[in-house]
């Protein structure tokens, strides 16, 4: 058991962001890979994803501006947007990401918009608690920033 | 232009290649001991992605060097470097993943070739398997689907 208030509260945070289906298994898979060598490489590839997924959807906005839309196009961002938000376990974008595509397998503008603002909010609140867990982490000093799955 | 992770690497990298430990780690990364330093090309335009599969690929000790395009994965193989496997997404920029793969497999490459994608049609699938690669998953690339490969390279 933790005894820090601070770790308590970091692992807190942690469990929740899976218990609220955030994340799934691939994050531990990310800080499994997180070592002495690579004291930071969660954060490190979080950071990358954010800059990918950030261009992604901002070629998204402006694809979707487009009349009539690209579905081919659109299916294409989202194939990238969907894959880097799969390796770092984003959970519930990922799931976005599948919607979005089915919609634009059958050609449903309407249903691609939806959801593309739906995806839009999951990002921006992931990355919100994201954010916070890194912020915590980096307080308590970088041998707890990835609390080992028990 | 090939990069290579970024890291705090301590080793020399003037020759592009970065190498991990022998031995992997935790739980989740299934333990295996390779015998020997497998060499693998990640072709990925995605930097997360390729990040990652870098990394992951480093904890088994494998040294690998990593281009974003595929104009810079054909002229490296072109020019005769050698590696026990190629790991290729689909969506590239320059020339998509089926025409890269087959340029390569055309240059009559004979190593092991992974195809990772973020979603699959059954079709695409096939067209992947028919051209030469040897394995076609979904996203992310993870143990599981890695080790029995790089046991057989290593030839355990």
């Known amino acids: ?150 | 232009m090939a990069h290579t992770l970024p890291s705090s690497d301590q080793s020399s990298d003037q020759d592009k290649w970065d190498s991990g430990g022998l031995e992997c780690k935790g739980q989740l990364l299934i333990k295996i001991v390779m015998r020997n330093r497998l060499t693998a090309l990640v072709v990925d335009g995605d930097t997360t992605c390729w990040v990652l599969e870098q990394e992951l690929l480093h904890s088994y000790g494998v040294q690998t060097l990593g281009v974003d395009n595929s104009r810079d994965a054909v002229d490296l193989i072109a020019s005769d470097a050698e590696f026990n496997l190629i790991i290729i997404e689909k969506i590239l920029p320059v020339l998509n993943g089926l025409a890269v793969t087959r340029q390569i497999c055309e240059i009559g490459v004979r190593c092991k070739m992974l195809e990772v994608t973020a979603c699959s049609r059954e079709s695409e699938r096939q067209a992947f398997l028919a051209i030469g690669v040897d394995v076609f998953i979904e996203r992310p690339l993870d143990p599981e689907h890695l080790v029995p490969i790089l046991r057989e390279l290593d030839g355990q």
Do not use: W
Not at chain 1, 79 to 97: D, M
């Open chain 1, 1 to 150: 058991m933790e005894r820090n208030p601070m770790r308590r509260q970091l692992a807190s945070l942690r469990k929740s962001l899976f218990d609220q289906g955030y994340l799934d298994e691939q994050f531990m898979e990310l800080e499994q890979l997180q070592d002495d060598a690579n004291p930071n490489f969660v954060e490190e590839v979080v950071t990358l994803y954010y800059r990918d997924s950030a261009r992604l959807i901002v070629n998204l906005d402006h694809a979707l501006e487009r009349r009539p839309l690209d579905f081919s196009k659109l299916d294409g961002l989202m194939h990238q947007f969907k894959g880097s938000s799969s390796s770092i376990g984003a959970k519930k974008v990922k799931a976005e990401s599948t919607l979005f595509r089915e919609y634009c397998k059958s050609g449903n503008a309407e249903g691609c918009m939806r959801t593309f603002q739906q995806l839009k909010k999951e990002y921006a609140t992931l990355r919100k608690k994201l954010e916070t867990y890194f912020q915590l982490a980096r307080q308590i000093g970088p041998m707890e920033s990835a609390n080992r799955p028990k």
